[in-house]
Every structure is written in structure tokens, then in C-alpha cells.
């Protein structure tokens, strides 16, 4: 293998690609690798931890075709620290040879044979709007849960609903709803178990005009431009998440985003371990925040904002209530409360698109 | 059986250190030959005898004996078999870890009326730091000489006490107030020996070097080959030609002790940080479900004392070493503090079941940190009731659907903490193996881990820190 391409292109696609590649220590060592394979002038570069695996097209100058396996990390360090202009990569053997102005390097490549093989799936492709999909997956995919424990919790469900597109995640502590009306990609009934990491990844990547779906059994293929994102499905059955909607709710808050955010945030300063709890104390007039920490002190502010319920204190850990109000795209949001242990709900005032629902902390 | 197994307790930062350490007047309390004391206090008969406490069985060491043993050359952390070749007529029994603990506090107790600043370094062992009571209790001599008296009236137990400047200082002057045993027969001790600000050097120079703390054989070996023999030979060596001979910080270490300095502050309630328990197998093991059992052994071994150290764990790792020596650690952290066997075991397990054990397990441990206190049932984390929410699984017994979230019973973490509380009143009035998890009913009874049982055991830890330093206070 060997051509010749720009630093920025070839740095851009090794980064991207860069991000599948596994970081675990343990894993098997050629999956710190990152699989560059050549064929004319179009080169791919693909990272995998086999759970989600990232291929980045570019154009280079090719001059013959074949394929490396060099370490990713070190090959991106080499990458990014030479002097901007062409680079000239060679493959040989078990070497790769970079070289760029007057630097020359050769790495160690690991034997292009033992990268896995990986799945394409062979379903029909269905387009998304890119933005719209991306914005969705940033509001849902911080309620799924990070923990391996729970399976079927790191994932993010994408289900027909309505004629349209639904996402949820949850962690168990909250729940995001996201709903892309009109994004009829799935047949009625369908659903699919996205693990949350690829989804995350999705987001990060470059955005463009749409996302062309492909979906098999086993894995999914999210294709943005040049990248191509395949992530292994989770199997299982998502838990029933509509029964842990309330129907109703007696207490409706209405408060604006900003001036929640930024005082939960200031607030927050005084919850010096991740239990301690914000309280929140809810009049018709406005809210009073208070974080009590025993050994350090007390933190309060109050918030304007329209109340119309019986006057009670709820208690949230503050980075989920951080995390339910940053998802909301509107000026003022609407959280509803049964009491101060049921599941309380935030959502958007106007639009009914995102649900968010937020279990409290018992307080005494 | 497990070749070894060991307990950690992983406590906070230091204080800083005192700025003017010259003034300070640390004391050092060592109760003389404990173990082997408790059991003539609890059965007068074996008073004058030689008693040698530790494990009885084959490969069992000695865990303390008394003098009238130590007069026949028996010492501990000797294998018992070889104390029963040099004092046959002695008397050997197995060791109460339990009964050994409840005195420890006690003792603790007199202490602690003296100064607070009281750090408990085993069972047998602390150091008090008396600078700020002198003015208001007495000299540092008068004080230890106090305590002696307490002891002795109120415990009927004997101790010998180190006064001086530094800790170490302070532990080698209550050794030096022990009685000794020789073939001459049991002679009385000093019972007390004050180190005088001044006289370090004068007391330090002449011991042979292994007496300072951080002089193993090892070191000792290669102190010799300069021609180093006391702890004033190793005064006069260079701190460079030291650094160079034993490593680094060790030997910058050793050249300060060997001129009597030592900065280490007496740590009073050090508070545990962390709880582990792991165990190193004789053969390296693929058994997934033996193991899987093993986890919930550990998980409630480690849960045991998290609780009652009075905290919650936030974060469980787990350890696994292979046989290659290789070694993998994961850890999970809960939002909500850990304190039951259970829920400690299904995170370790869940950890686990994501391990490749095909190569062999040589060692596995369970560990709890980010521990806090309680939250007061103040700040419970109310969970969305997922389980309900699931779809029905065949023969479940779930049929119920109530109001969203279910608040109304009450939490599952509430009625874990209330079933373990249950077990610790059991088992502190029954003994450990009375109740334990299902799964680790064994022919033999209930196969439960904890601190205290047979530590002197085959391939067990030294007798000194047997059962883990801070575990009975």
C-alpha cells in the first residue's frame, strides 16, 4: 500500500475513525489499531472495539493498492505533530512508513489478517435529517445508563410511533422521551436497541444534510458523508417505560431555563458529593433552591416563577436536573410533580416533543 | 481453602504534620504478650504456664505466647509446630479474635481519657500524642505511668509504655520496657521508658540496625556489606552512598530515622476510606460459578464491615489477578450508597460476568470505597420501578401494577438495609456462621468470611496484623 495525502484530510479521518478504537486495556491488541485499506484513490480507515466500529473515507493520491493495520494512537500522534503539507505513507511487510518533509517514521504494524472482520448490514437504507436527529439523540442519550450491568439500559430505543420516530432512554433514576414526528424511517411496530455510546459517537461526528440508516438483525449502519458508523444491537425488551408515565399531575411549575439552570448550577456548587440532593421548595410566587452539605455549609437562591399546586419541597440530584433542563430547547420549561417521591416530569412549555421524567431524592 | 487471604482498610490523608516537632511527647502503648494475657485473665489456671496462642492446626503460626513460652526459645509468627518441638508441656489454644477486640476497646477507652489524640496501630497497639495535655493532666512520663495503673486496675492486664519525642522513638522505648524472657527465666520489665528530648541519638546509636522500623533481612543484608551494624553506623553513612544502596526513599527514610527524626503525626480516628477482601487461590481457578459464590463470600464479608464501620460504599471494584500475574480491575459507582451483602455481590458479579476467567484465576477481591456516612435516610435516591415496568416473565410473580414509581411500599434499599441489619443482631448474638446467603450453605455449614476466623491459618498474615489493624475498634 502506499499514497500520498494532505496532513489535515488524513489527520481528520484517523481522528474519527480514531474514536471506535479500543481503549481498554485487555482488549485484544489489534484493536488498537486502526485498519487503513487503500483501493485507487480512496482510502478507508476503520477503528472497532467490535461493539461499534467507525470507517472514514478520504481522497488521497493513491499509488498502490493494499492494506495496513498500524497502532492508532501512536499513528495519530505522528500525524498531528508533523508539519502541515502532504504526507507520504508506504506499507511494507509488517512496517508503515510515514513520511512528511524531512520526518520520517516506521511503525510496527500488526498483521492486517488478525483485524476482525466486520458485519455489513445488507437492510434497506432509510434517510434521516441529519440536525434533527442529532439534536434528538444529544437529549436523549444522557438518561441511558453507562453501567454494563444493566444491558439493556445503556441503550437508546428507536421505536415507530405514530407515524413517526421515537427515542427513549433510561437509566432508571430518569427517562427521556424524544419524539421526530413526520421521521416515519421505521414500519409500524418496529424497534430497534441502540447502544447510547455509538449514538453519542454519532453525534460527535461531522455533521451533514442526512443520515442514511441501514439496518440488519444484528447491527445497525449509521452513513453521515464520508463516515460510516456500525454498532451491534442490544437484544432484549426495553422496559414497558409508558406504564412510569403519569397520567396526571396536580402540581404544575412553569420557570424560565435559564435562570433554573444557572441557579441550580451556582447551588450545585455546595453539593460536595454526588448524593447530596437540591431542594426544591415551590410557592405560587417562586422557588426557593437550597444544597445543605453538613460539613461544608448552605447554599440558597430564589427563582421567579409561576406555581399553581400545594406549596412542597422535592428534592433532585442536581446533575439529573441539570441534565433534564440543558435538554430543553425552549425559554421556559414545565415541571410537574405529584409529590415529593413520585416521578416528576419536565418538559418544554410550548412543544410537546421531549418528556423528561426525574425521580426525586428523599429527603427527611 | 484459600493459600492466603487478606484484608485491607485503606484510611484518609494525614494531618499535617506538627511545624515544631521537637516538643512533641509521643507515647507508645503496647500491652505485653496480649492475646496469651487475655486467655489467663478468662482462665486464671493457665497463669505461670507456657500458653501459646495462634493456629492449632498443621500449618498454623504462633499469634502471641506467653513469657514463661518465650523462656523455651517460642516467639510469634513461628510455625506452631516448631513451639511444640521447643515447649511440648506448653499449653496451645486457637485464639478469640472476638474476646481479643472487645478488650482492645476497652483499653481504647482508658486511653482515650487521657488524649484524644489516640491512634490504634493493632489490637495491642497505639500511640498517643500528650504534648497538649501535659499542662493539664501531667508530665508524659507521669501519664504513661497512669495509664499502666489503669490498665492494670481496671483490665487487670499488663502493658509496657514508650515516652519520646517521635513514634518510633516511642515504640522502640516500649520495647525496651517489656520483660524479657531468657534462659534464665521471666524478668520484670521497666514498664515504662522515657526517651528525653536530647537523648535520641544516645539511645538509637547502639541498637543493631534491624530494630528500626524498615529494616527487613533484606536490608539488612546489603546495610552489612558497607559495614553497617548499628543504627549509629548507618547515622554516619552518607545520604547518598544510602539512597544509593537501598533505593531511594528508603533510604532517605532510614538516614532520618537513624537520626532520631520522624515527622509522622499520630493520626487519631483515622477514618476508613475503603474496605477490600480478596484471597489468593492454591490453584488457579475457572470454575465461573464457584467464583460467582466466592464474589457474594467476599461481598458479604466486605459489606459486613462497611456497615459497621457505620458507612455506605458508593463504588465497588472488583479485583481479578490471573495466573500470568496479569491483573484487572473494574469498579462501578452507584448513585446511591451500598451497604448489604447483596447488593455489593450483584455489582461484583455484573463486573464479573463481563471477564474472560478461561486463563485462570489466581486471585479475586471484592472492594467497597467512597465510603460516606448514611445518608441520614435523608437523600435516598427514589429509582423508576423498572422491574414492574418489565414485560411479563413467565411464572413471575409480579402481577401487581400500582401507582408509577411505587413509593408507597417502602424502598428496596430501605428494606435491604433493614434485613441487614437483622443479620448483624443475629449474628452478633448467634456467631457469624448462624445466617448467611442460601448460596453459600455448604455440608459443613455456612461458608461465611470474616474478620477474626482463623486468621493464623495456613499461609495467614502475620500475626501482628491478624484480622486487619482497625477491625475491633
Redesign the interface.
Known sequence: MKFRCERDVFLEALSAAGRAVASRSGALPVLGGVRLALSGDTLKATGTDLDVTITVEAAVSGGADGVSVAPARLLTDIVRAVEPGAVVLEAEADELRIASGRSHFTVRTHPSGDFPRLPVPSGDTLSLPAAELFEALRQVTRAASSEDSRPILTGVLMAAEAGGLRLVATDSYRLAVRDLPGVGVLAAGQSVLVPSRALSELTRLPASADVVLRLGAHDATFEAGPVSLTTRLIEGEFPNYRQLIPSGYPNRLIVGREPLLDAVRRVKLLARDATTPVRIAMRPTGIDLTVVTTDWGTATEDVDAKYEGAEMTVAFNPAYLIDGVEAIASDEITLDTLDALKPATLRPTEGDDLLYLLMPVRVS | MPAAVSETERVGPRPPARPDRRLRRILHVDMDAFFAAVEILDDPTLAGRPLVVGGTGRRGVVASCSYEARVFGVHSAMPTAQARRLCPHAVFVPGRHDRYAELSRSIHAVLQRFTPLVEGISLDEAFLDVTGSERAVGPAEEIAWSIRSAIAQELRLDCSVGVAPAKFLAKLASEAAKPTAGPAGVQPGRGVVVIRPGEELAFLHPLTIETLWGVGPATAARLRRLGVHTVGDLAAVPCDVLEATVGRAHGRHLGQLARGVDDRPVEPERETKSVSQEETYPLDRRDRDGLRDELLRMADAVATRVRRAGRVG?TVTLKVRFGDF?T?TRS??E???VADGQAIA??AR??FD?IDVTRGVRLLGVGVSSL?AP????????????D????PRPGGVRGD?G???G?ERP?PAARRAAASGAVDSVRERFGAASLGPAALLGPGGIRVKRTGDAPWGPGAEPPGGAGGPRSGS
Open positions: 458508593r496479569t484487572l462501578r459507582t448513585p446511591a450508597g450483584s455489582i455484573a463486573l463481563a460516606a445518608g441520614p435516610a435523608s437523600a435516598e435516591q427514589m429509582t423508576l420501578d423498572l414492574r415496568a418489565a414485560p401494577t401507582a408509577p414509581g413509593a424502598s
